[in-house]
Every structure is written in structure tokens, then in C-alpha cells.
């Protein structure tokens, strides 16, 4: 899959430069192509040579070196790689990227080339966890590069935590599906909403459901794999966000509805798949509630039918709902469809084995506005998520 693809690797300054050994050696297994540009620090955990003779190619290091064949080096590499990755990437290169510094070859080239970015970071837990860098990865991430998280461990500094690179396998693989995807939704935004909805009754009680937010998830994850930029807006769940969409993160109802609005103009698709609560408490104590009755009635309100009223305003928007039912579940879903204005529906029995919350796979059937149904096999949701993606093209 990466035969004959031109990877630029960008390596900076740090220990985990020693891993993008391997990484080179794993690519050019692979038969890619690879490209080593170094920082200055990098040259000082490992020495060119070793990249080079891994690569088979010419280490780029210093900007005005007279270059060994003529064309300009930068622009030559940013145009020529199909894709580019910065490991490891520290702190300090984040920050002059995210804030536009070029002011050498590894920078430079960065800032020329309209090839994906993937960067690895790998830096001491505090650093990795201060809002500056923080800030600065978001920023980054809001422009498109993607990043492949460090995981936690015992650091090179012996500190524990967050910060130790992805290793060269998990790196290869994520290089390998960015390269290998289909990306028939670039240049498409969309919304996922995912996982439940909490409604507050006091500060330490709320009322929510059993949705774990993995359909969400998986839709996210697939979009983003085919190429859309993606805002997974979700309630709580302890899943962890897909690489390269942009978790927003919320926690009631109106919570939800008001992050969906400002992001909705730019949206093309909207696919809701959290489980909004219906109702919330009418009043949201600001103390923690007393157990001194025997009896306690909480008044309920109802909540926004966000969907709904994004059917409204849909436009020439793709809105896709998803129904869970106990009873009835076609006729439900079919009636949901015109109610809130969607292109499709994708419902399903809590009661069928294999569907429902918290489960891998899904056993769904899809309901558009002319009534059609579509009666899909058990599959896994990540399958799911693809299918109903082909079916978002199709209109
Ligand atoms: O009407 P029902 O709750 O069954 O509809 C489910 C669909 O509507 C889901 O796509 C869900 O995300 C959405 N929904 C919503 N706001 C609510 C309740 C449900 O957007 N308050």
C-alpha cells in the first residue's frame, strides 16, 4: 500500500528520535519512498547518516547547503510528498508551525507542502499537558493535521505520564489507512453528535441514559478517515476521541444544541446519533439537594428536539437522525423522518441481539422519506458507519 509513495519525515530534537529509525526502516520495507528532513537538535540525538543510509536518500538539515542537484529543496519535497510526517515531534516544532515560524528546511517545507501533516508528538508530561502547547494543537488540528497521540508511560526524564511517542508500528498503521483511504468526503464538514446527554438535578446528581456514544464514534472515526473535517460533539462517554476530528465536548441538551449552531453553517452533513434526554429537571439546584422527605418529586421539562429544529433550517443540509425504539419501530421511525425534515433514519431494536447500547456491532434498519426500508445484517458499527456514509453520498 505504501509502494512508491514519497513520505517526507520531518525528525526534531528529541529522544524519540532514535524510534524514527525504525519508523524509516519499517517505510522503506514498505517500499515508500522516504525523505528525512532533520532540526538542528535532531542532528544531536542522531546522527544524518544514520537516515541516510536507512532511506537510501540525501538528509536535508541545512537550508543554504549548496544542494546536490538543482531545484529548490523546500518546494521540491513539499510538492513531492503524498504525505508528512513529523516524528517526534516536540513542543517547540508544534508551537512554530501552529504559529506560522519558518525558519528552517524542516519548518519551511511544512508551511510549502499541501500534502497531509501528521505529527507524533513526544515530550515530558507537563509540557505535553501545558495549555500553551495544548492550545497550539488545537489550532493546529482546526486546520487540518492530524495528530497521532503520545500514550503514557515512564518518560525519558523518568517523570510518569503523558508524552512517550506512538511507537513506529502504530505510526506505520496510521500512515498506511491515511494513505490507503478512499477520500470521497474531502472537502465535506460534518457534525456527529454522540453518547448521552446529562441533565443536571443538583451538582452531583443528573439524569441521563445507557448510551456509550460508540455508533457516534465510529461514524467520526470513518468520516474523518474518508477525508471530511468532523466535529464529534459529545456528551460524556470514556471513549477516546478518533485521531484527527475535533472533539467537542458537552454535557446537557442545550449544551449540545447550542455547540451544533455554531458550527452548523459550515456543516454539510449532520448525522445525530446521541441519545438526547427528552426531558430535564426543571430547576438545577445550585446545592446539593437534601434527602430529608420521604417523597420527592423532580419536575421535568422538556428539552430541545435539536434535530427537529435543525430540520427547520435545513437547507440544502444532509440531516440524518438515528431512532432507538422498544415497540413499533418502523412505524416510528418513518413518522420521525418527516417530523424532523431527514434525509434518513436509522433505527433500531433495543431488544434484537446484537443491537443496542454499548455493543460492537449494530442490527439497524434505514428508513428514508419515501418510506423505503432497508433491513441491514448484524455488523459492527465501524461497518456501519461506512455504510451509512455510502448511503450520505448517494444523495
Ligand atoms: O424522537 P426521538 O428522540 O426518538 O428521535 C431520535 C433522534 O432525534 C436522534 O437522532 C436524536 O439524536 C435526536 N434527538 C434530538 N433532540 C432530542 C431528542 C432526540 O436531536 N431532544
New binding site residues.
Given amino acids: 500500500m505504501l509502494k512508491n509513495k514519497n513520505i517526507v519525515l520531518g525528525v526534531t530534537g528529541g529522544i524519540a528520535a532514535y524510534k524514527a529509525c525504525d519508523l524509516v526502516s519499517r517505510l522503506v520495507k514498505a517500499e515508500a519512498n522516504v525523505d528525512v528532513i532533520m532540526t538542528q537538535n535532531a542532528t544531536k540525538f542522531i546522527n544524518p547518516l544514520t537516515f541516510q543510509s536507512l532511506s537510501s536518500n540525501q538528509v536535508i538539515v541545512d537550508m543554504f547547503k549548496e544542494p546536490k542537484y538543482w531545484e529548490i529543496q523546500h518546494i521540491s519535497l513539499a510538492k513531492k510528498a503524498d504525505l508528512f510526517i513529523i516524528a517526534p515531534a516536540t513542543a517547540n516544532i508544534i508551537g512554530k508551525i501552529a504559529n506560522g515560524i519558518a525558519d528552517d528546511m524542516l519548518t519551511t517545507t511544512v508551511m510549502a507542502t499541501k500534502a497531509p501533516v501528521v505529527f507524533a508528538p513526544a515530550m515530558n508530561c507537563n509540557m505535553y499537558e501545558n495549555p500553551i502547547l495544548q492550545s497550539n494543537i488545537e489550532r493546529l488540528k482546526a486546520l487540518g493535521y492530524k495528530f497521532i497521540e503520545p500514550s503514557k508511560g515512564r518518560l525519558a526524564c523518568g517523570d510518569m505520564g503523558i508524552g512517550k511517542m506512538a511507537e513506529p508500528d502504530v505510526i506505520e498503521s496510521y500512515i498506511n489507512s491515511m494513505l490507503d483511504r478512499k477520500k470521497d468526503f474531502a472537502g465535506k464538514t460534518i457534525i456527529v453528535?454522540a453518547g448521552p446527554t446529562r441533565e443536571a438535578i443538583d451538582p452531583v446528581r443528573y439524569i441521563s441514559n445507557h448510551s456509550t456514544g460508540k455508533m457516534g464514534y465510529a461514524i467520526a472515526q470513518k468520516a474523518m478517515a474518508r477525508g471530511a473535517k468532523v466535529y464529534l460533539i459529545s456528551g460524556p462517554t470514556i471513549l477516546k476521541a478518533p485521531e484527527g476530528v475535533q472533539l467537542i465536548s458537552v454535557n446537557s441538551?442545550k449544551d449540545m444544541q447550542k455547540r451544533i449552531m455554531e458550527h452548523y453553517d459550515e456543516a454539510n452533513i449532520v448525522i445525530?446519533?446521541?441519545?438526547?434526554a427528552?426531558y430535564a429537571p426543571a430547576i438545577s439546584h445550585q446545592q446539593k439537594m437534601k434527602k430529608d422527605n420521604e417523597k420527592l418529586s423532580i419536575e421535568l421539562v422538556k428539552?430541545?428536539?435539536?434535530?427537529?429544529e435543525l430540520g427547520k433550517i435545513k437547507g440544502d443540509k444532509i440531516l440524518v437522525?438515528?431512532?432507538m425504539e422498544t415497540q413499533d419501530l418502523i412505524e416510528n421511525a418513518k413518522e420521525?423522518v418527516i417530523k424532523?425534515n431527514l434525509d434518513f433514519i436509522v433505527a433500531n431494536d433495543l431488544y434484537t441481539e446484537g443491537a443496542g447500547f454499548g455493543t460492537d456491532t449494530n442490527v439497524v434498519k434505514i428508513i428514508d422519506r419515501k418510506g423505503n426500508v432497508d433491513s441491514l445484517p448484524k455488523m459492527t458499527k465501524l461497518d456501519l458507519a461506512d455504510l451509512i456514509l455510502d448511503r450520505i453520498l448517494k444523495l
Avoid: E, Q, R
Fill in positions: 453528535t441538551a445525530m446519533s446521541a441519545a438526547v427528552d428539552n430541545p428536539d435539536i434535530l427537529y437522525g438515528f431512532a420521525k424532523k
